[in-house]
T-cell receptor
Framework: DAKTTQPNSMESNEEEPVHLPCNHS???????IHWYRQLPSQGPEYVIH???SNVNNRMASLAIAEDRKSSTLILHRATLRDAAVYYC????????????FGKGTMLLVSP | DSGVTQTPKHLITATGQRVTLRCSPR?????VYWYQQSLDQGLQFLIQ???????AKGNILERFSAQQFPDLHSELNLSSLELGDSALYFC??????????????FGNGTRLTVT
């Protein structure tokens, strides 16, 4: 799996938007961009994924750069429950592959 | 609730012992994955099964083994346990092998403590 780079930590205030960046300059044309998060004492939770176009779901939005070398996970209104470690992962769609987790970004949300 | 069930939630055992961790995937999911999470190593992929067959191996020790049964539940067997095996063990499931980008759904893990 190709490598991603994320900030170690970010801080936000409750009810404000949060933009979590991810760089993946060696992404291949067949790599999906996946985002997972892990809340304290829980298993990782799927957030969103995309290939080329921006994606929206009930949890978040994923903005993918035109050259696909970076992406941003957008939480539109952060809540205290969004405090977690967020993982940006590339997953090859051309064949079989698993998820390889890096260190992720720890998001701290203040009231 | 992800729909993935792992038992037991906690397990305390002694060095040299053997334990079995159990995972029931989400209804309809054919693929099961096992991950280990320790403080110093992060989330490490161990092994994957699809419809009863082993499909991929990651950093799984020879002392560890797994299988997926006809009813699709999976078991991870850890033997000759060492202190360093203390970790959270997560099971995840997905509909298929992954080419479509289908997400993984994780259970809440089994916390293994080896004393």
């Amino acid at each position: 799996d190709a490598k991603t780079t994320q900030p170690n930590s970010m801080e936000s205030n409750e009810e404000e938007p949060v933009h979590l960046p991810c760089n993946h300059s060696t992404i291949s044309g067949t790599d999906y961009i996946h985002w997972y998060r892990q809340l304290p004492s829980q298993g990782p939770e799927y957030v969103i994924h995309g290939l080329t176009s921006n994606v929206n779901n009930r949890m978040a939005s994923l903005a993918i750069a035109e050259d696909r070398k970076s992406s941003t996970l957008i939480l539109h209104r952060a809540t205290l429950r969004d405090a977690a470690v967020y993982y940006c992962i590339l997953r090859d769609s051309s064949g079989y592959s698993t998820l390889t987790f890096g260190k992720g970004t720890m998001l701290l949300v203040s009231p | 609730d992800s729909g993935v069930t792992q038992t037991p939630k906690h397990l305390i055992t002694a060095t040299g012992q053997r334990v079995t961790l159990r995972c029931s995937p989400r209804s309809g999911d054919l693929s099961v994955y096992w991950y280990q999470q320790s403080l110093d190593q992060g989330l490490q992929f161990l092994i994957q099964y699809y419809n009863g067959e082993e499909r991929a191996k990651g950093n799984i020790l020879e002392r560890f083994s797994a299988q997926q049964f006809p009813d699709l539940h999976s078991e991870l067997n850890l033997s000759s346990l060492e202190l360093g095996d203390s970790a959270l063990y997560f099971c995840a499931s997905s509909v298929d092998l992954g080419p479509s980008g289908s997400p993984l759904h994780f259970g809440n893990g089994t916390r293994l403590t080896v004393t």
